[in-house]
């Protein structure tokens, strides 16, 4: 699967199917500072990841008013 990450931006060759959460640990990223998007769609922690799959972790931004 192609594994696009943000800051810095690059793409990751991953080969095998695997849990959002195993992903993240592989890659160093903890689960509660990303989003993981698959084709175009939000995926949760425990989903399951397939080899063909176009992953794009993005980080979490928050703020609000003052």
């Known amino acids: ?12 060759q991953v080969h095998g199917g695997r849990s959002v959460t195993k992903l993240l640990n592989e890659l160093g ?3 509660e500072t990303v989003l993981v998007v698959r084709n ?14 176009d992953i794009e972790i993005r980080p979490v931004i928050s ?4």
């Open 40 to 53: 175009g769609t939000l995926v949760p922690a425990d989903a399951f990841l397939e080899d063909g799959d």
């Open 1 to 12: 699967m192609n594994v696009r990450l943000r800051n810095p931006s690059r793409i990751v």
């Open 63 to 66: 703020g609000g008013a003052t």
């Open 29 to 31: 990223l903890n689960r």
